[in-house]
């Protein structure tokens, strides 16, 4: 019998495949440019796209104002501009994000009645590891409300970028172990849904986080190129429900939406062909796309007519009333 931690598994695990195809996609597009297959498999992206987008829209962003959704992909869009700072990124592309975070200023100005925040405070949070915890630094974060848990010694809390370097300059020991603080609270909800709670999983990601921070020159336990990844992945959900809602409530912000969206899309795909392709599994990018949309119907069906006992069925059935082009796909096979 299933349970709420199934459950959560599940939708875990269809996000990730989802993401994993769009990558696939990406590269069979690359590798497959000026063939009868190109329409097929750029369709199959967008179409990866959209279900990701639906999976979080569901529940996350439909209680949402289309003014709200605006805010957010502003936030979202200076967020990744630096992001792209911190991982030393090109001075054009931080400029491209900030640009299109001014764009999306004004194609909300086209909507009626939508006034957004232009310039929001963005802060970039870190999941970070404190060594020999201090007295001070323990007040501080009380004082602060900011949430910690204890470990090794010391302890992992989420703080803003901006604090580390102070701290490291009053000699505590600060390791970033998640440039993505969410990837932490995941990692702890997992295993507190366990019965009994699990902490097994928790503590030996934070220990092998731990040392590849130590034997890094930049105190980093992640990977920079994947964070990107991810945060431009998440900022093509955000700007998928954007154009979705705007598409009905209004059509003249949702027009002015368009470039922008297919600018973030080519960005996008740069990171996703840049990647590395995983070491299993298929080794062409177009038999990859296909085994990975098999898995996904095969996931989604079984989890779209399972009772919904943790509040994500919508989320499942969306997925699986997008449908598939499986078959536009398996007509490009060799």
Known sequence: MVDRADHIAAFDQIADLLRTAAAANARALAANRGTIAEADIERQLEHSLDRLAAMYGRGLFEGLSAQELFDTAIETELRLALELRAAGGSAPAIAAAVARAGALVDA??????????????????????IEALRPAVRAALHAEREPYVAWQGGIVAILPEADLAALRTKGDEVDVLFL??????????????????????????????????????????????????????????????????????????????????????????????????????????????????????????????????????????????????LADLERHRP
């Open 108 to 129: 909300a100005r086209r909507g009626v009645r939508l006034r957004v925040r232009a310039n929001p405070a963005v802060t970039i949070r870190r999941g970070v590891y």
């Open 180 to 325: 993505d603080p969410d990837e932490l609270l995941d990692l702890d909800t997992r295993g507190a849904m366990q019965v009994p709670p699990d902490r097994a999983a928790m503590d030996g990601e934070l220990a092998r986080r731990l040392a590849v921070a130590r034997a890094s020159a930049d105190r980093v336990g992640d990977s920079r190129d994947r964070h990107l990844r991810r945060q431009l992945l998440r900022h093509t959900v955000v700007l998928r429900n954007l154009r979705d809602r705007l598409a009905a409530e209004h059509p003249a912000a949702h027009a002015a939406l368009q470039p922008i969206l297919a600018e973030h899309r080519a960005v996008l795909e740069s990171a996703l062909v840049a990647a590395p392709p995983p070491r299993t599994g298929p080794g062409d990018p177009l038999d990859a796309s296909i085994e990975h949309e098999r898995e996904l119907q095969r996931l989604v069906a079984r989890w779209a007519a399972e009772p919904d006992i943790a509040g994500f069925g919508a989320r499942f059935t969306a997925v699986a009333a997008a449908g598939t082009h």
